[in-house]
Nanobody
């Protein structure tokens, strides 16, 4: 079992940056690929990107590549989502998730085993 807790969400002005964190506890964090997802009101969940368990290889959704960066610190059991040049349409609840396979490829979310409770990000215009 893995417990995930996101933090760092809040209200930010358009154009600004924000960094989210996701702290993991339970099983060995470095065994898991980690993903970030978001869901805006009235919309389906969207995959942002993911990072492999140990090598740190990343995959991003094409629409978000360049503005979003995922990193992890296995010593701190934490994965990060750095967001820049935020836009009002980035407003959503952001979730991290853990996949017990080591490689990162899935952005649909269907293969992830554990999910955090989410953190709200609101971008004002």
């Amino acid at each position: 079992q893995v417990q995930l807790v996101e933090s760092g969400g809040g209200l930010v002005q358009a154009g600004g940056p924000l960094r989210l964190s996701c702290a993991a506890s339970g099983r060995t964090f470095s065994d898991y690929a980690m993903g970030w997802f978001r869901q805006a009101p009235g919309k389906e969940r969207e995959g942002i990107g993911c990072i492999s368990s140990s090598e740190g290889t990343t995959v991003y959704a094409d629409s978000l590549k360049g503005r979003y960066t995922i990193a992890r610190d296995n010593a701190k059991n934490t994965v990060y989502l750095q967001m820049t040049s935020l836009r009002p349409e980035d407003t959503a609840v952001y979730y991290c998730a853990a996949d017990d396979r080591p490689l990162c490829s899935d952005l649909s979310g269907q293969w992830y085993d554990y999910w955090g409770q989410g953190t709200q990000v609101t971008v004002s215009s």
